[in-house]
């Protein structure tokens, strides 16, 4: 397996010594910088193809904001997640950080299995989306010509078929992959099979998260459960109404983001759906029902 090209930005050398240091049993070839100018000329650059950023926060000249603001401003770097890594955690800043597209927010000091963590989690997430975009890519022409249909989905896999079909049907896939991914995950993990927000920060930070979840499908209580979700096409727009057999959730405190959750491997996927991938995001009752819309121009 090739190795992840990954550039570290911060204007410490103890600090670059030591993300060297703790990433050293990764398959990464890091790329480091104490200059964050020297950084962003080289990441833009012919060659700046990197799987991942890690970025320090509070840097002279060009500090990690503006860096990331750069980063995300590029449609090209639109799927490198950006791991910022900082000692500055007020709410505030914190929200900031992940409004401006930041993936993860690390607050120093933290210890290197917590970056080991997040930065396996980047690069798979990486990994999967880009895999979603590519066979929703090759379905886009023929699904256009689909007007409504519901599917029942149960499993990991399910959920993996579906998401690229899906996407196919709107204007810009790889926008729409990500949520879909995200809500209809909720509805297997959460919504059927009972995992609580707790249960999978645990699960995700062991590695433990697919493996409770093929537990729980062969659990009796759980066995037999599925969702749905139903898509419908008209002139103006393209709905997903996805819908799980559970008792649902607090909904409401997952819309936006949340400065406490920014430390949890988990907890963004919805407040990301609604403000990246979907022009609206709606929630029925308990939550077990949510209706994402995706605005698209009139034919003609």
Request: glycine share 6%; net charge negative.
């Given at each position: 397996?090739s190795?992840n ?5 911060d ?5 670059l ?24 000329q080289?990441?833009?650059?012919p060659?700046g ?22 980063i ?5 770097f ?12 007020a ?11 930041a993936y ?7 210890a290197p ?37 519901e ?5 990991l ?23 879909l ?24 930070w ?7 979840i093929r537990?729980?499908?062969d ?9 749905t ?15 799980d057999?559970?008792e ?8 936006d ?31 077990n ?12």
């Amino acid at each position: 397996m090739s190795e992840n090209r990954v550039l570290v930005v911060d204007d410490e050398a103890i600090n670059l010594m030591l993300i060297e240091d703790f990433l050293d049993q990764e398959k990464l070839a890091l790329e480091l910088f104490s200059d964050p100018l020297a950084a962003w000329q080289r990441l833009s650059g012919p060659d700046g193809e990197f799987s991942l950023v890690v970025l320090d926060r509070m840097m002279p000249g060009i500090d990690g904001m503006e860096l990331l603001r750069r980063i995300k401003a590029e449609p090209r770097f639109d799927d490198v997640p950006v791991i910022m890594q900082t000692a500055a955690s007020a709410p505030e800043q914190v929200r900031e950080g992940l409004e401006a597209g930041a993936y993860y927010y690390l607050t120093k000091p933290y210890a290197p299995e917590a970056l080991i963590s997040i930065v396996r989690a980047a690069l798979e997430d990486r990994r999967a989306r880009a895999s979603l975009r590519s066979r929703a890519a090759h379905l886009e022409e023929a699904q256009k010509l689909l007007l409504g249909a519901e599917y029942r989905f149960a499993t990991l896999e399910d959920v993996s078929c579906l998401v690229p079909v899906l996407a196919a049907l709107c204007p810009e896939p790889d926008r729409v992959a990500p949520g879909l991914s995200d809500l209809m995950l909720n509805a297997v993990e959460h919504g059927n099979l009972g995992i609580t927000y707790r249960e999978k920060s645990l699960l995700k930070w062991d590695g433990d998260w697919e493996a409770e979840i093929r537990r729980r499908l062969d659990m009796p209580q759980f066995r037999g459960r599925w969702a749905t979700i139903r898509v419908a096409r008209d002139d103006h727009s393209i709905s997903f109404r996805i819908a799980d057999q559970g008792e649902g959730f607090d909904w409401q405190r997952f819309l936006d983001f949340d400065p406490e959750r920014a430390f949890d491997p988990n907890g963004r996927g919805i407040a990301m759906a609604r403000l990246t991938s979907f022009s609206s995001l709606a929630y029925e009752g308990c939550g077990n029902i949510v209706t994402a819309r995706v605005n698209v121009a009139p034919a003609g």
